[in-house]
């Protein structure tokens, strides 16, 4: 599930540029060399005003 959300979320600028067929392990790999299964994410909810 990892590599999905991955894939489709963080990485998919990076997919783009590659064949299907390299793809799979690319997600893996990364997903291998994170510490641990975790990923920081920050939402910024912004206001915008006309003046």
């Known amino acids: ?9 963080n990485l998919g600028s990076y997919l783009v540029d590659l064949p ?3 793809q799979r ?3 893996r790999r990364v997903r291998l060399a994170m510490r641990e ?3 920081d ?7 915008a005003v006309r003046r």
């Open 1 to 9: 599930m990892l590599d999905t959300y991955l894939a489709v979320v």
């Open 20 to 22: 299907m067929d390299d």
């Open 25 to 27: 392990d690319f997600v």
């Open 37 to 39: 299964p975790v990923i």
């Open 41 to 47: 994410y920050v939402r910024l909810e912004i206001d």
